[in-house]
Nanobody, 120 residues
Framework: EVQLVESGGGLVQPGGSLRLSCVAS????????MNWVRQAPGKGLEWVSG????????IYADSVKGRFTITRDNAKSTLYLEMTSLKPGDTAVYYC????????WGLGDWGQGTQVTVSS
C-alpha cells in the first residue's frame, strides 16, 4: 500500500521559511518522479514543483520559482520542499504526490496534506 506522510507545515510570518517533508513507503521511491501540489482556501489545486526520480531535474511553477526548492533523498524515501520568502498567497494545504507511473508525467497517489499558513 502506497503511503505518503507530509509534515513540517505551520504558521509563519511573511518573509519566513518552512521546510516540508514527505516520507514515502509501499513503493520503490527512487523509481518515481515526485511532486508537490497545493490548494489554497476556496481555490482549486495548483501544481507547485516536480523532481525527477534521480533528482536530476526539477521544475517549478512560476509563482514559486526562485523561492522554493524541491529535493529528495532516495536512501530515506523522503521528498522535501524548502520554502523561503513566504507570502500570504502561499497559504494552502500542501500535498506530496507520487507520479502515476515510472515514465511520463501524471499525478497518482496523494498524501493527506500539511497546512501552511503565512500571516502576521
Amino acid at each position: 500500500e502506497v503511503q505518503l506522510v507530509e509534515s513540517g507545515g505551520g504558521l509563519v510570518q511573511p518573509g519566513g521559511s518552512l521546510r516540508l517533508s514527505c516520507v514515502a513507503s509501499g513503493f520503490t521511491f527512487s523509481s518515481y518522479t515526485m511532486n508537490w501540489v497545493r490548494q489554497a482556501p476556496g481555490k482549486g489545486l495548483e501544481w507547485v514543483s516536480g523532481i525527477g526520480d534521480g533528482g536530476g531535474w526539477r521544475i517549478y511553477a512560476d509563482s514559486v520559482k526562485g523561492r522554493f526548492t524541491i529535493t529528495r533523498d532516495n536512501a530515506k524515501s523522503t521528498l522535501y520542499l524548502e520554502m523561503t520568502s513566504l507570502k500570504p498567497g502561499d497559504t494552502a494545504v500542501y500535498y506530496c504526490v507520487k507520479n502515476s507511473a515510472t515514465t511520463g508525467w501524471g499525478l497518482g497517489d496523494w498524501g493527506q496534506g500539511t497546512q501552511v499558513t503565512v500571516s502576521s
